[in-house]
């Protein structure tokens, strides 16, 4: 099997698509100026034969993952120093929303304290 290059001004990005129990990889040429809204624009416009079974009603619901965490719609490769001419690989999942992150007690506290401007004592 042939590797072709990669072109110069792109960034292969090899999505794995994640759905149920099937995961199913494929390489897209993107430009890495390009947000995750207009990627998942450009996947569901060339989305892939193989992915057929799995093809969602429109690109709003495609979800990036990179590193563990959810690409925002208005985040771009260069952002994330991915450069052109280079492969990256990624995951992607059907789903509405992108999950907020979760935040321990011990934050929650100090974000209420900034909020108010005082913080609570015990007099014992």
């Not at 989305?47 to 799995?54: C, M, S, V």
């Not at 992607?92 to 999950?99: A, D, T």
Request: aromatic share 6%; glycine share 4%; charged share 20%.
């Amino acid at each position: 099997m042939v590797k072709s290059p990669i072109p110069v001004d792109k960034v292969v990005l090899k999505l794995i698509f994640v759905a149920g129990n099937d995961q199913a990889g494929k390489e897209f040429n993107i430009l890495p100026s390009l947000t995750a809204a207009q990627i998942a624009q450009q996947v569901y416009e060339e989305w892939p034969q193989e992915w057929q079974a799995n093809k969602v009603e429109r690109a709003e619901v495609l979800r990036l993952i990179y590193q563990g965490r959810f690409l925002h719609e208005n985040v771009t490769l260069n952002s994330l120093n991915i450069q052109a001419g280079r492969k990256c690989v990624m995951h992607l999942v059907p789903r509405e929303k992108i999950p907020q992150p979760n935040i321990d007690n011990s934050n929650k506290e100090k974000i209420h304290q900034s909020e108010t401007g005082c913080c609570m004592c015990s007099i014992m």
